[in-house]
């Protein structure tokens, strides 16, 4: 039986300042070497930009030593490290536009912009927003928010059509105009809705009902949402054309229904339901048909040479082949050959300049992003908690996924972009706020629990998981009608 | 909910592991084929940061690489640009190299393994790294003279040294200029490409080893004399040569040229039926000598053999299975027999050099930044078409054709030619094309030249071979033995 542990839980602040340091010294000293490599010398606002991106961050851990002292002390130095290293890149592609003499280069300058209103928004809603549950109260408010913002683009002339999908708005917010994907945002919706009705729901979605060739599979009349979820994700592949939305929602719901239930076969008619209805979709509709040709075949000539065509994927697999092993150095490759490169192909850019070495360590940095998320998501005592940070974590490694795999041709290219690294003020925005809903639910899950209450408190010292111990009893502190998780590992292991 | 989390920790730990061997596919496993795909212009532009090697005609660059002041580097441009644009090809930041540009790419860019030891040297001096010159077989004179002599015809003219192999002039019309397309504003580039693919004069084609392969027509029947000779027959061999001949299995009637008689008689010689190019005999010749007899003979001459010179040539064709009116008509040329101008003067040289073919080859020499050899191209005997007897009377054969036959606009008063003319039809409605092939001097041969001009040229559909193709041959011919 564990009982109260005197042991005392390290918030992690100092180590987090630490960290902090390092991944500054890599954002900013990847910007110095573009202007070296480039210009020849510093950039001329070097101090003024590394000043802007240390008061950001410093700012935020500040606001986490007030607000959240015991989060996650990793998640926000990986962040920054990774923003700071997209805003090099950005920087270092505006110098290549220029050279070429396109009109607009000053991508980087409106990134730092975007990271600045993302940075304080993140503190915003860190401040405002005092215990995460309490976003389950608007569980159905945030599904309608979620099906208004995926709609937005198809309305018209508020959506603009960018590379064949139909997946931006276009914005004009006093000198930022420029295009916004709601989708982006529609993600941290749905995160909200799915967590707040599967935690409801999921003991009737884990009923058991027939079992097939060993596979436990629910009762047909519990198929509803997933074949909703499903409908949703098919109508966006087929109307906005983008497979990377449509994709990234129904993982997000695939995974937390499998969350949730337990049930495996949730995932194996998820998967087919997907991949069915995405192969109708590529046989029926001819430009969802032609995405698909044009990766199966993407470096045949006939693709190479079309519009739309497989040109932007093949000179993102050259500009990563030319980077080989080490990379080229930044601002010694050439990134820019490849249109958006500062956007949805950043992940070829940072290929071919930092090399499969530089790659694999911003995949690292992304895949302990998305580790500490579900170690949170494990920590966390409330069921709503578990389920909302999960997705979170998971859809920020899904994205991830269907990002590089895109670039790197495994899957079907998608119009998503890369969280924090690639430019665009909607994906920044959206991502800082998941990382600051990662950090506030981490607060709570690694917080001892206070001895104030005078009821037997589970184990929570530095592996809190525990706290789920069968035989301990779950501890829910300001909501009574919290669902008081006893499926624990205790009911399956 | 620890359990599903867990597992899905796993599943997102397999992604990632998914992603770097993705990653790992693309930029290590990958990356040489990548690299080498001529459309990765990175491999250009890192090339281009590099001095290129000259592309030399007796002693002068027609392509060459100067310092500019863009990303870049360097700019290519080419000397009389459309003259030699079938050889050198372009070097395009667009559309990757092509011709010498290509096939000699990694001498040009300094990255063969035979220059290890220039780049060694030039790592341990310091001294700035230069591609290698590239020294062709070109004579610029012959190539001027033969461009000149084609006028604004379309066709090609190939030249080649009959006792090395080594070519010395290739000329295709309607012809472009490299330097256009070697520009470094993409754009404009990419405007005159489409404009250069889209017309349908196909100047991009080098008409001369890679174009559409052309029915060969009469030169055609100095392969079926060949297979004649060599099955034992000689020149004076009477055939028979019918006004009308009745083909086999068919209601079709084969005439000669303008419908005339090939001898009063109805039998003529072998030399005399090639002399005047009666296309009843040698179709009858043909039914004796059989298909197989004919492949055999064609194969022996390079017919369905690949070659490069180092450009990859287009293979010339002899039909795989033709029924007997088929192989009558392929005996003379045409039916489905396809031939590159090169694979003809590659008939006319093998027979010049007494049966025996030498490789045709462009590139003479490969030269470092300071000028030791480091490739020389030997002659290499391909193969031997004919017996040495067989070369003779053909020679003497083809002596009648110029001096008494249909070839007579190929005399050089001084130098005894060897000819054999050609009118290819390709459809009812259009021109035929005129072919002349040949070789100078008859008693100790140089140079053997092919000459095709498409659709009769500026005569159209009163073009014969010896009217249009003889005379640019000639002037050839007269350009190499100057």
């Known amino acids: 039986m564990a009982t109260v542990s005197p042991h005392r839980v390290r918030p992690g602040r100092n180590g987090e300042l630490g960290l902090l340091v390092l991944a500054l010294s890599l954002g900013t000293g990847a910007y110095a070497l573009v202007g070296l490599a480039t210009t020849g010398s510093l950039p001329a606002d070097i101090f003024g930009y590394s000043a802007g991106l240390i008061a950001l961050s410093l700012g935020m851990h500040l606001v986490l030593r007030w607000r959240a002292p015991y989060a996650d002390p990793v998640i926000l130095p990986t962040v920054v490290a990774l923003n700071g290293i997209g805003l090099a890149m950005i920087y270092r592609i505006d110098f290549a536009y220029a050279a070429r003499g396109r009109e607009v280069a000053d991508f980087a300058e409106r990134q730092l912009v975007w990271t600045a209103i993302s940075v304080v928004l993140a503190a915003v809603v860190l401040i405002a927003l005092r215990d995460h549950r309490t976003l389950r109260r608007y569980t159905y408010t945030a599904m309608v928010v979620g099906l208004v913002l995926l709609v937005l683009p198809l309305v018209p002339g508020l959506g603009v059509e960018i590379n064949g999908a139909q997946i931006w708005i276009r914005l004009s917010l006093g000198g930022l105009d420029g295009s916004f994907q709601p989708a982006e945002v529609a993600k941290i919706a749905f995160a909200i809705f799915f967590a707040g009705y599967l935690v409801t729901t999921r003991d009737t979605l884990a009923l058991a009902g027939p079992r097939l060739l060993g596979l436990q599979l629910p009762r047909p009349r519990d198929l509803g949402p997933i074949l909703l979820a499903w409908l949703a994700s098919l109508g966006i592949l087929v109307f906005q054309s983008d497979l990377g939305t449509s994709l990234l929602f129904f993982g997000l719901f695939v995974g937390m229904l499998y969350l949730a239930t337990e049930r495996l076969s949730w995932v194996v008619i998820g998967l087919m339901l997907f991949l069915g209805g995405a192969a109708v979709a590529a046989t029926v509709i001819p430009h969802v048909g032609t995405r698909f040709d044009i990766w199966l075949h993407a470096l045949g000539d006939e693709y190479y040479r079309a519009s739309p065509g497989s040109g932007q994927l093949v000179g993102g697999l050259f500009g990563m082949a030319s980077g080989g092993l080490f990379g080229t150095g930044w601002g010694e490759g050439r990134p820019d050959l490849v249109p958006y490169a500062e956007s949805d192909f950043i992940v070829a850019s940072m290929g071919e300049e930092l090399g499969l070495t530089g790659l694999l360590a911003l995949l690292v940095l992304y895949l302990v992003l998305a580790q500490r998320g579900l170690r949170t998501a494990i920590g966390v005592r409330d069921g709503f908690g578990k389920l909302f940070a999960g997705g979170m974590a998971f859809v920020i490694a899904f994205q991830c996924f269907v990002v590089v795999g895109g670039v790197t041709r495994l899957i079907p290219l998608t119009g998503l972009t890369m969280p924090f690294l690639a430019y665009g003020g909607s994906s920044l925005l959206a991502n800082w706020v998941i990382a600051a809903l990662l950090l506030r639910i981490s607060d709570s899950a690694r917080r001892p629990a206070d001895p104030a209450l005078p009821i037997e408190l589970p184990d929570a010292d530095e592996e809190p998981s525990r706290a789920e111990a069968p035989h301990s009893t779950p501890v829910s502190s300001e909501h009574e009608t919290e669902l008081i998780d006893l499926r624990g590992e205790g009911t399956t292991s | ?482």
């Open chain 2, 1 to 482: 909910m620890n359990t599903p989390l867990r597992r899905l920790a796993t599943v997102v730990l397999a992604m990632f592991g998914i992603l770097v061997g993705g990653a790992t596919w693309v930029q290590f496993v990958q990356a040489p084929d990548l690299n080498a795909d001529p459309r990765n212009v990175r491999t250009l532009y890192r090339e281009y940061g590099n001095h290129r090697g000259p592309i030399v005609v007796a002693g002068e660059a027609v392509a060459s690489s100067a310092p500019i002041d863009d990303p870049f580097g360097y700019q290519r441009s080419y000397l009389n640009g459309p003259l030699y644009a079938p050889v050198t090809g372009y070097y395009s930041v667009v559309y990757g190299p092509e011709g010498i540009e290509r096939w000699m790419n990694t001498e040009l860019n300094g990255s063969a393994d035979s220059l290890f030891y220039a780049r060694l040297q030039d790592l341990v001096t310091g001294r700035q790294p230069l591609g290698a010159s590239v020294e062709l077989t070109i004579d610029p004179v012959a190539q001027q003279a033969a461009w000149d002599a084609l006028g604004d015809q379309s066709g090609a003219v190939v030249a080649i040294d009959t006792t090395t192999g080594a070519i010395l002039a290739m000329v295709s019309k309607p012809s472009y200029d490299p330097n256009v397309l070697a520009s470094h504003d993409m754009a404009a580039v990419t405007e005159v490409w489409a404009a250069l693919q889209a017309s349908p004069e196909r100047p991009m084609e080098n008409r001369a080893i890679a174009g559409r392969t052309y029915p060969p027509g009469s030169t055609f029947k100095l392969v079926t004399a060949a297979a004649a000779l060599e099955s034992g027959m000689t020149s004076d061999t009477e055939i028979a040569a019918p006004t009308q001949l009745q083909l086999p299995l068919s209601s079709s009637v084969l005439r000669n040229f303008g419908g005339a008689p090939c001898s009063s008689t109805g039998t003529t010689t072998l030399a005399d039926a090639l002399r005047i190019s009666c296309n009843t005999a040698f179709a009858q010749l043909g039914i004796d000598l059989g298909d197989d007899a004919l492949r055999a003979q064609a194969e022996a001459f390079g017919f369905d053999t690949p070659l490069n010179v180092p450009m990859r040539v287009t293979q010339s064709r002899f039909p795989a299975d033709p029924d007997a009116p088929q192989t009558a008509l392929s005996a003379i040329g045409q039916y489905e027999v396809s031939v590159t101008p090169l694979q003809m003067a590659m008939v006319s040289a093998a027979i010049a050099n007494g049966g025996v073919q030498m490789q045709p080859y462009l590139v003479a020499a490969v030269r470092s930044q300071d000028l030791t050899i480091v490739q020389q191209t030997e002659p290499t005997q391909l193969g031997r078409p004919i017996s040495g007897g067989t070369a003779a009377a053909l020679r003497e054969m083809m002596v009648q054709v110029v001096e008494s036959g249909t070839g007579r606009a190929a005399q050089i008063s001084g130098i005894q030619v060897a000819g054999k003319t050609g009118t290819a039809q390709t459809a009812d409605d259009v021109a035929p094309h005129a072919w002349f092939t040949s070789f100078a001097p008859a008693d100790a041969p140089r140079v053997a030249v092919a000459v095709i001009v498409e659709n009769g040229g500026s005569m159209g559909n009163e073009a014969t071979g010896g009217a249009v193709a003889a005379p640019i041959a000639r002037a050839v011919i007269q350009a190499v033995l100057r």
